[in-house]
T-cell receptor, first 110, second 114 residues
Framework: EDKVVQSPLSLVVHEGDTVTLNCSYE??????LLWYKQEKKAPTFLFML????IEKKSGRLSSILDKKELFSILNITATQTGDSAIYLC??????????FGQGTTLQVKP | GAGVSQSPRYKVAKRGQDVALRCDPI?????LFWYQQALGQGPEFLTY????????KSGLPSDRFFAERPEGSVSTLKIQRTQQEDSAVYLC????????????FGDGTRLSIL
């Protein structure tokens, strides 16, 4: 059975800290891995990764994929209170559907 | 519209009632997906359309769940004879192509069954 596992499930840090969120997967027909940020409403798209070892970066956020070891990490540097959210990792299979992990709840304290 | 639009935002129904949830995808997006998100969990796939064709409905939990997209744009997810375990947030997502393009999500419909 396909599965995506995220760790930690929750994390509390202070502003300015750097955090690393983990995502491992076992998906038979892998196409891509995506990261989303979910606050109270819609999950918003962050990154889509298809190739190993190529870092994607957007401001203070970056992500990388390892297709040999079947995991991805999402890094957030110099965290701010606005980064508080649930971060979802999802793997797209060859049918196009997304298989999500449970999410990591990040709380950034002032 | 600028994003995926879902309505209603909140729906409360009594057990046994039928409900209909609407999704209006981003204009021009070919693919449309429905997901169910239970409290504290990641979304789980329900069904997928490419234009008006329902290509995968393997995630629908029972035959009480039915989805359609008759003109290849707006989609409706219908749940008949609702039960308490149907309480969840129902998310709709659309993408430009069937794969290799990020899915963009609506705000969801929070369904509560009393």
């Amino acid at each position: 059975e396909d599965k995506v596992v995220q760790s930690p499930l929750s994390l509390v840090v202070h502003e300015g800290d750097t955090v690393t969120l983990n995502c491992s997967y076992e998906v038979t027909n892998f196409r891509s891995l995506l990261w989303y940020k979910q606050e109270k409403k819609a999950p918003t798209f962050l990154f889509m990764l298809t190739s190993s070892g190529i870092e994607k970066k957007s401001g203070r956020l970056s992500s990388i994929l390892d297709k040999k070891e079947l995991f991805s990490i999402l890094n957030i540097t110099a965290t701010q209170t606005g980064d508080s959210a649930i971060y979802l990792c999802a793997v797209e299979d060859n049918t196009g559907k997304l298989i999500f992990g449970q999410g990591t709840t990040l709380q950034v304290k002032p | 519209g600028a994003g995926v639009s879902q309505s209603p935002r909140y729906k409360v129904a009594k057990r046994g009632q039928d409900v209909a949830l609407r999704c209006d995808p981003i204009s021009g997006h070919v693919s449309l997906f429905w997901y169910q998100q239970a409290l504290g969990q990641g979304p789980e796939f329900l069904t997928y359309f490419q234009n008006e064709a329902q290509l995968d409905k393997s995630g629908l939990p029972s035959d009480r769940f039915f989805a359609e997209r008759p003109e290849g744009s707006v989609s409706t997810l219908k749940i008949q004879r609702t039960q308490q375990e149907d309480s969840a947030v129902y998310l709709c997502a659309s993408s430009l192509e069937w794969a290799d393009q990020p899915q963009h999500f609506g705000d969801g419909t929070r369904l509560s069954i009393l």
